[in-house]
């Protein structure tokens, strides 16, 4: 008879001690050292711990999947054991991940994704990639499951070829500084192919994929800290998408909303810190910021306001003016989906001055982006409010959930301004023949008078008077107000609607 | 020899800085104008400012180098 306990113990070790020492001199711990950081002790229930078995060399088949509690909720895990091939996949490798997210699917329980793998097995590639149920599945399966249950990818290693979709397909993509690579083609290949010569970390490093190419959501240094992070993304949504996501015992916010009346300019071109709104209406120390080195110009938090999540999208003056991008616009698109997905409600801080103008954006596609975002938001599923903090110029006022989609309430603070465009672009395109003819002196007066009717035209008393804000505020009642209307406002999620045909 | 480079395509509205000066990371070092915002210009590393290459006025496109540092 088979002594098991012997069998499990020494599968449990997975590869070799030579590969093991490796990975713990780059900063990398042992895949299932990760799971025990992330579960609570004792919860973890392994399937697959026996794939095949009968290959020396391969314990279970170079990934651990299996089921655990973490912070008393359930979830399923696999973690690829890069002490094993590399982390690669074959045959057995890939069915152990399909049947993971087959049994999250039917207990409805989030998937973390643990990756640190070398991508496909080439000498197994009949068995493991182009069949039925062979690694395509794999984000077949992801790519279905979006949206009903939470999918979050701690990335280690690398994360390879087709490999590099896992990750993609996530709600979440944690990357580790240093360790954590995603690319089609490695560098040696991009040079015999394509001739080109690059190190791996500028071609798919973690800190390149969290600022430029924008997959990553979140960096960090180390892997105790990713887990870290994704623990408390987990904090922030349900089970699944037709659970609510948890509340808890809200606090008081870190500086008080009155002291923002000397922060925010009056002047609509001066620049201003808008994490400072921020820390004066969430909760203290509830920031969650996802992609806070993408895109910079606009922010995405998940916080809490009063212990309910909240996600915040806010403008951010200090970078580009806060105008919004290509970049910023899929950055806003994909948190309002991800918000819409878990019953979250959105709060849009406005300070815009629109969307980005001249040649150079409209090539790299601007009104393409624009328009994703616009369809996100006005899909989305769940109470949005929208405070305009200063300026909703142009079609930015409607990006930021303006009066036309569906929000909830549209608040305005003494500082705002609402107009298609602010007072110089619009005296240039209504007067522009007429001021072409004056002289310089006399054009400059003719601008000033303009302008000081344009701001009567535009003042946001007069835009409340007309009802298109449902209410005016002042500073010092920012929080109360969220706070009241947020609870007021808590509702089921809308039922979802067919997807239609997001533009992008 | 590091560039600081606007992030967006506008009007050098201010230039901080004259060469031969020392910047630190982070500093702000001009101010361009772009979709009648002032928009702060960073230096993203330290470094001694060795060369200006645009004046008060001119057009800056996105990714277009300002000042130079040694």
Partial sequence: MEDISRLQEKLRAGGDAKYHEKNKESGKLFARKRIELLIDAGSFIEDGLFANCMNEGLPADGVVTGLGMVEGRKVAIMANDSTVKAGSWGARTVEKILRLQETAQQLQIPVFYLVDSAGARITDQIEMFPGRRGAGRIFYNEARLSGKIPQICLLFGPSAAGGAYIPAFCDLLIMVDGNASMYLGSPRMAESVIGEKVTLEEMGGARMHCTDSGVGDILVSDEPAAIEQAKKYLRFVPQNEKEAPPKVKGIAPATACAALKDKVPQQDNKAYNMREVLDAVVDAGSIFELKELYAKELITVLARIDGAPVGILANQPMVKGGVLFVNSSDKAARFIQLCSAWGIPILFLSDVPGFMIGSKIEKEGMIRAGAKLIYALSNARVPKIQLIVRKAFGAGLYAMSGPAFGSDCVLALPTAQVAVMGPEPAINAVYFNKMAEMKPEEKAAFLKEKTAEYQKEINILRIAGELIVDAMIDFSQIRDELVKRLRFYDRPKEPMSAPGIMPM | ?70
């Fill in chain 2, 1 to 70: 020899m590091a560039k600081i480079k606007s992030e967006m395509a506008g009007t050098v509205l201010e230039i901080k800085v004259k060469v031969g000066d020392t910047v630190t990371k982070g500093q702000e070092v001009a101010v361009v104008e772009s979709m009648k915002m002032e928009v702060p210009l960073q230096a993203d590393v330290a470094g001694k400012v060795s060369k200006i290459l645009k004046n008060a006025g001119d057009f800056l496109n996105e990714g277009e180098a300002l000042i130079e540092l040694a």
